[in-house]
């Protein structure tokens, strides 16, 4: 059975970092790519950014390029992001997702998480 646990995620002030994990179990990790994800009260869940299997490419959204940054590590099963000069509008539950090929579709992934809140205070 396939688990994806997130962790990391609480009330932060404007211009704060937080760091996300996402720890997995029940899949061969290195063979998936991993991905983070969003979703704001009232809007839908919109992608972050991925990695690729060894961690070698990430690929973001233009809305936290420059601001945040996804790793693994793929002896600990784990995936991370690291989120700097948070706003406002980052706030929302944050998922991390694995998925066999590379995708910025929501419905393309596979399995996830069940989702850790973040929220950025003005």
């Known amino acids: 059975q396939v688990q994806l646990v997130e962790s990391g995620g609480g009330l932060v002030q404007t211009g704060g970092s937080l760091r996300l994990s996402c720890a997995a179990s029940?899949?061969?990790?290195?063979?998936?790519?991993m991905g983070w994800f969003r979703q704001a009260p009232g809007k839908e869940r919109e992608f972050v950014g991925r990695?690729?299997?060894?961690?070698?490419?990430?690929y973001y959204a233009d809305s936290v390029k420059g601001r945040f940054t996804i790793s693994r590590d793929n002896a600990k099963n784990t995936v991370y992001l690291q989120m700097n000069s948070l706003k406002p509008e980052d706030t929302a539950v944050y998922y991390c997702?694995?998925?066999?090929?590379?995708?910025?579709?929501?419905?393309?992934?596979?399995?996830w998480g069940q989702g850790t809140q973040v929220t950025v205070s003005s």
């Open positions: 990695i690729n299997r060894s961690g070698g490419t990430t």
């Open positions: 997702a694995a998925n066999p090929r590379p995708s910025w579709v929501v419905e393309d992934w596979d399995y």
């Open positions: 029940g899949l061969t990790f290195r063979t998936y790519y």
